[in-house]
């Protein structure tokens, strides 16, 4: 692709050509944003600073300095062995644990402050995002929030559960379906166990999110939140599930579609996948802002992979059928930023 020669044009999705070759869906934020605004946040760790209810305090954020990270899985994981191996010694401070609570106390209301209530998403979303999914026999999804997850869940035939009957992963017994679903960066519905295995949790629905709001002690939740691409990665070679579907990633086989990720520099561990697999063929939903900002971004992903032979399309995100505007769903005033 010669890079000097590049122009705004964007193709609708349907008339683009190869798109059968699709055989991948990469999935961002950008998808999540298209239906509920207010998954435009920058940080959940900034977020968890700031919300109205117990935030994280000046001790809190002194454990995050001093494990060099701002992945609350990390953290909380940390805390847990730490009330385990107090216990084990017959340590009585009560320390670890209360900061165990206020850490995933602040990450509940951080989550609760930008998270779609499910009886807010419509079923003809769900629909809509279900039927889509199945186009694809691997989706990978670097989104930790509930959408994919209750979309697969309003009809699940055809979708293979990696997560087997006592709900825990087990990469030796690979499910066989059709279609798959993996989350790179774990998921609201998704818990690590203390040895870094991985289970699901066993509600659906609405009771998922309301679930989450339910301070259990040891209940490690396993999504990989924002911050350096090393630190994400750190995290993923700590977990069964996760450090498997980054593998996957960087196994695929034939096309793959990337809609509503930036692959910016947080990125890099799944730029580093993407190179590994050497995807025939990328088509990649560009949303369009402005002739310069199109012309920006299909500057900045034709870089990445240049001079590994791969085909590259680029098209109009929002005529992608998870890109659609009826897609959205109004955040109510009182949920959204206060207006001045």
Same mark, same amino acid.
């Given at each position: 692709?010669?890079?000097?020669?590049?122009? &705004?044009? +964007?193709?609708?999705?349907?008339?683009?050509?190869?798109?059968?070759?699709?055989?991948?869906?990469?999935?961002?934020? /950008?998808?999540?944003?298209?239906?509920?605004? *207010?998954?435009?946040?920058?940080?959940?760790?900034?977020?968890?600073?700031?919300?109205? *209810?117990?935030?994280?305090?000046?001790?809190?954020?002194?454990?995050?300095?001093?494990?060099?990270?701002?992945?609350?899985?990390?953290? +909380? &994981?940390?805390? *847990?062995?730490?009330?385990?191996?107090?216990?084990?010694?017959?340590?009585?401070? $009560?320390?670890?644990?209360?900061?165990? @609570?206020?850490? !995933? #106390?602040?990450?509940?209301?951080?989550?609760?402050?930008?998270?779609?209530?499910?009886?807010?998403?419509?079923?003809? $979303? +769900?629909?809509?995002?279900?039927?889509?999914?199945?186009?694809?026999?691997?989706?990978?999804?670097? *989104?930790?929030?509930?959408?994919?997850?209750?979309?697969?869940?309003?009809?699940?035939?055809?979708?293979?559960?990696?997560? =087997? #009957?006592?709900?825990?992963?087990?990469?030796?017994?690979?499910?066989?379906? &059709?279609?798959?679903?993996? @989350?790179?960066?774990?998921?609201?519905?998704?818990?690590?166990?203390?040895?870094?295995?991985?289970?699901?949790?066993?509600?659906?629905?609405?009771?998922?999110?309301?679930?989450?709001?339910?301070?259990?002690? /040891?209940?490690?939740?396993?999504?990989?939140?924002? /911050?350096?691409?090393?630190?994400?990665?750190?995290?993923?070679? =700590?977990?069964? @599930?996760?450090?498997?579907?980054?593998?996957?990633?960087?196994?695929?086989?034939?096309?793959?579609?990337?809609?509503?990720?930036?692959?910016?520099?947080?990125?890099?561990?799944?730029?580093? %996948?993407?190179?590994?697999?050497?995807?025939?063929?990328?088509?990649?939903?560009?949303?369009?802002?402005?002739? %310069?900002?199109?012309?920006?971004? !299909?500057?900045?992903?034709?870089?990445?992979?240049? /001079?590994?032979?791969?085909?590259?399309?680029?098209?109009?995100?929002?005529?992608?059928?998870?890109?659609?505007?009826?897609?959205?769903?109004?955040?109510?005033?009182? &949920?959204?930023? !206060?207006?001045?």
């Amino acid at each position: 692709m010669d890079l000097d020669r590049l122009d &705004a044009s +964007l193709a609708p999705w349907r008339t683009l050509q190869g798109t059968e070759r699709c055989t991948g869906l990469l999935m961002g934020n /950008g998808a999540s944003r298209a239906v509920w605004r *207010n998954f435009a946040y920058d940080s959940l760790f900034e977020r968890a600073q700031k919300v109205r *209810n117990k935030p994280l305090g000046q001790t809190d954020l002194a454990l995050f300095r001093s494990l060099t990270t701002q992945s609350f899985e990390q953290v +909380l &994981a940390s805390l *847990n062995s730490t009330v385990r191996v107090n216990a084990a010694l017959a340590i009585g401070s $009560t320390s670890p644990l209360n900061r165990y @609570y206020a850490i !995933k #106390e602040a990450l509940i209301h951080a989550i609760r402050s930008v998270h779609i209530p499910f009886q807010r998403v419509p079923d003809a $979303t +769900l629909t809509a995002i279900n039927t889509e999914l199945r186009r694809y026999s691997t989706v990978y999804s670097s *989104n930790y929030d509930l959408l994919c997850h209750w979309a697969v869940m309003q009809a699940p035939e055809g979708f293979a559960d990696v997560f =087997h #009957e006592d709900n825990g992963f087990d990469q030796r017994h690979p499910p066989q379906a &059709a279609h798959r679903v993996l @989350y790179l960066h774990g998921g609201l519905h998704l818990l690590k166990n203390v040895d870094g295995s991985s289970r699901q949790r066993l509600a659906s629905g609405s009771a998922l999110l309301d679930g989450f709001a339910i301070n259990t002690p /040891g209940d490690v939740p396993l999504f990989v939140s924002e /911050g350096p691409s090393e630190d994400k990665l750190r995290s993923i070679r =700590h977990n069964d @599930y996760l450090s498997w579907c980054h593998g996957e990633l960087a196994r695929h086989v034939g096309g793959l579609c990337l809609f509503g990720h930036k692959l910016n520099a947080e990125d890099a561990h799944i730029i580093d %996948a993407l190179r590994q697999a050497r995807p025939e063929y990328l088509a990649i939903g560009i949303f369009p802002l402005s002739d %310069a900002w199109v012309i920006s971004q !299909k500057r900045h992903y034709a870089t990445l992979f240049e /001079g590994l032979g791969v085909e590259i399309a680029f098209f109009d995100a929002t005529s992608h059928p998870l890109g659609l505007p009826e897609l959205n769903v109004p955040v109510p005033a009182v &949920a959204g930023k !206060k207006r001045r």
